[in-house]
């Protein structure tokens, strides 16, 4: 099994550019979420889908930032405009359900930087 | 509001020693925690679950307590070795949407 797969590793864009992240989830996983990890803030969850629906966006920090998950195996996070405050690590993880459905299972995250 | 709380300061320890790291948390009843595992420049790797009504669970060298009266949780790594030197996230949830903390970053000197 492949894991969860992102891309880009790395990003660096300039302020005010779109940016858009990619993910794809485990084969099988039903839940996907994307997360944000600071020094500041730690790891903070933006957004939760399940069976590709949008279940909790409470965490998207504002308007610039949106998600989509259009079928089971990929899923978008664009940031539109970039701003510096916006550079962090992104992470999206995927869960099965059933038994395992509290574990996550994380991508190796991307990494922006937004001048 | 809720709050989970890792010691920010790094712990370090020698080679064969056990570390014990805490997870200490606030206005919150989680029906389970979770202990992960990150290295730099890498995703949180899952370790361990225990449940609210399960007091202590191991896996290999890894042993998690958990003390729902105290609003704590105790992660121990017997024999450590350099290679357990990573930082360690507590979760906690309610439903099947953990909350993280910030971690505690682990030091093993050889």
């Known amino acids: 099994d492949a894991g969860v797969i992102q891309s880009p590793r790395h990003e660096v864009t300039e302020m005010g550019q779109e940016v858009t992240l990619r993910c794809k989830p485990i084969s099988g996983h039903n839940s996907l979420f994307w997360y944000r990890q600071t020094m500041m803030r730690g790891l903070e969850l933006l957004i939760y889908?399940?069976?590709?629906?949008?279940?909790?966006d409470s965490g998207m920090p504002e308007d610039r930032f949106s998600a989509k998950m259009p079928n089971a195996s990929f899923s978008t996070l664009k940031i539109q405009p970039s701003e510096p405050r916006d550079s962090a690590v992104y992470f999206c993880a995927s869960s099965p359900t059933g038994v395992n459905q509290e574990t996550q299972y994380f991508g190796p995250g991307t990494r922006l930087l937004v001048l | 509001s809720q709050k989970i709380e890792q010691n920010s300061e790094a712990l370090n320890i020698q080679e064969g020693k056990t570390a014990t790291l805490t997870c200490n948390y606030t206005n919150y009843s989680p029906a389970y925690l979770q202990w992960y595992r990150q290295d730099p420049g890498r995703g949180p790797v899952f370790l361990l679950l225990i449940r609210e009504n399960e007091k202590e669970k191991r896996k290999e060298r890894l042993k998690v307590t958990f003390d729902t009266t105290l609003k704590q949780s105790l992660f121990h790594i017997t024999a450590s070795q350099p290679a357990d030197s990573a930082t360690y996230l507590c979760a906690l949830g309610g439903s099947y949407i953990p909350t993280f903390g910030r971690g505690t970053s682990l030091i093993v000197h050889p």
């Open positions: 889908f399940n069976n590709n629906v949008p279940i909790d």
